[in-house]
């Protein structure tokens, strides 16, 4: 199976940047494609981005456009979300996710990691 562990959560204020990494214990990680999902308290997780198993291909929520960079780097088996421009709203646990098949809704995905917490202040 793939391990997720994701890091580089953290406080920021509105306006700050944070850049969340997601390592996978996995020799073939260029087979899957993966996606990062956030979740606020009370909150459905909601899918943020995802790429494509090449790195070809990125999609992202609207909320995030112009602000947020999904990447993935197959030799380090680790994807990447770089977060600028932070707003309050952004608030939440953030979860990488990989899966077979690309896709924007949880059910796409196959393996989760444990998350990592980002909280925005104003």
């Known amino acids: 199976q793939v391990q997720l562990v994701e890091s580089g959560g953290g406080l920021v204020q509105a306006g700050g940047s944070l850049r969340l990494s997601c390592a996978a214990s996995?020799?073939?990680?260029?087979?899957?494609?993966m996606g990062w999902f956030r979740q606020a308290p009370g909150k459905q997780r909601e899918f943020v981005a995802g790429?494509?198993?090449?790195?070809?291909?990125?999609t992202y929520t609207d909320s995030v456009k112009g602000r947020f960079t999904i990447s993935k780097d197959n030799a380090k088996s680790t994807v990447y979300l770089q977060m600028n421009s932070l707003k309050p709203e952004d608030t939440g646990v953030y979860y990488c996710a990989a899966g077979e098949r690309p896709g924007s809704k949880a059910e796409s995905y196959d393996y989760w990691g444990q998350g990592t917490q980002v909280t925005v202040s104003s």
């Open positions: 996995e020799r073939t990680f260029s087979d899957y494609n």
């Open positions: 790429i494509t198993r090449s790195g070809g291909s990125t």
